[in-house]
């Protein structure tokens, strides 16, 4: 008896040192950001957003326009107007940050503002990124 207590406890102090190590999610904002070689000069953008979960809410930057929202699955395809610079774009609501390297942007339109005449489709310059 005593032999097998013995075992449960060291079961249970093993357990609890490979338990320590762990994190559960963190909830909170992931940025996405924009890098333009345009910046100021380009007025709406599409894009598809990728995610592990649908995220709890996608918020425009600062004087931008969402469309295509609320994102309620983990594939979405959004617009954004605007006057667009680089910085940020959206912020996504999640339910666990540590996961940001499971998020994705593509950028697959952009055009510039007044005339919303599309910028040439191999996008040169651009590039998003998504941060904590």
């Known amino acids: 008896?005593?032999?097998?207590?013995?075992?449960?406890?060291?079961?249970?102090?093993?357990?609890?040192?490979?338990?320590?190590?762990?994190?559960?999610?963190?909830?909170?904002?992931?940025?996405?950001?924009?890098t333009t070689?345009?910046?100021?000069?380009?007025?709406?953008?599409?894009?598809?957003?990728?995610?592990?979960?649908?995220?709890?809410?996608?918020?425009?930057?600062?004087?931008?326009?969402?469309?295509?929202?609320?994102?309620?699955?983990t594939s979405a395809r959004l617009a954004l107007t605007g006057t667009l610079s680089t910085g940020p774009m959206l912020r996504l609501q999640v339910d666990d940050v540590n996961k940001v390297g499971q998020y994705s942007v593509t950028l697959q339109q952009v055009a510039a503002s007044g005339t919303f005449s599309l910028r040439p489709p191999l996008l040169t310059g651009y590039s998003v990124s998504i941060t904590k």
């Not at 013995?6 to 249970?12: G, H, I, K, Y």
């Not at 894009?47 to 995220?55: I, K, N, T």
């Open 37 to 73: 070689p345009n910046s100021g000069s380009d007025g709406a953008l599409v894009l598809v957003l990728s995610s592990p979960v649908a995220p709890i809410s996608v918020t425009p930057g600062a004087g931008l326009a969402l469309w295509g929202g609320p994102v309620t699955t």
């Open 1 to 34: 008896m005593i032999a097998l207590r013995r075992a449960l406890a060291a079961t249970a102090v093993a357990l609890l040192v490979a338990c320590k190590g762990s994190t559960g999610p963190v909830a909170g904002t992931l940025t996405v950001n924009l």
